[in-house]
């Protein structure tokens, strides 16, 4: 279709109204005599829960899993990333490795000592 130059171009367009500034139309007043239809609003959904409420949890993971955040040396994070990668491991298989053999030095010192690991909870 060629472009008539005594055409404005937002005259043809259906989302101008002719209130904008540049209309050569005047905007479009309803008829008074036209019935206006009445929607019943749409029934209000349940609001879903919370995010907190629903832990994000890995399919294939076992239920003995927990997430969590630490905050960790950055030299270390790499070498951990590193080791991780060098042996096509999964980062948190690594840790949890670490962790326990890591933990179980320290138990053992503590139980060498005669002392008694204090639980958290």
């Known amino acids: 279709m060629a472009f008539k130059f005594d055409e ?3 005259d043809r367009n259906p989302l101008f109204t002719g209130t904008q500034q540049g209309s ?3 905007a479009k007043q309803p008829d008074a005599k ?3 239809t009445v929607t019943k609003p749409e029934p209000k959904k349940a609001k879903a829960q919370p995010a907190a409420a629903v ?5 294939n993971d076992p239920e003995n899993y ?3 955040t630490f ?5 270390l994070l790499d070498l951990l990333k590193d080791y991780a990668y ?3 491991r999964e980062i948190k298989d690594v840790i ?4 326990e053999k890591g933990l179980g030095d320290v138990l053992k010192a503590y139980q060498k000592d005669g002392r008694e690991m204090l639980s958290h909870r």
């Open 55 to 59: 832990p994000a949890i890995d399919k």
């Open 96 to 99: 949890n490795e670490i962790l």
């Open 86 to 88: 060098t042996e096509r």
């Open 24 to 26: 050569t139309k005047p």
């Open 8 to 10: 404005n171009p937002l």
């Open 71 to 75: 905050i960790v040396r950055k030299d």
């Open 66 to 68: 927990q997430r969590a």
């Open 34 to 36: 036209q019935k206006k």
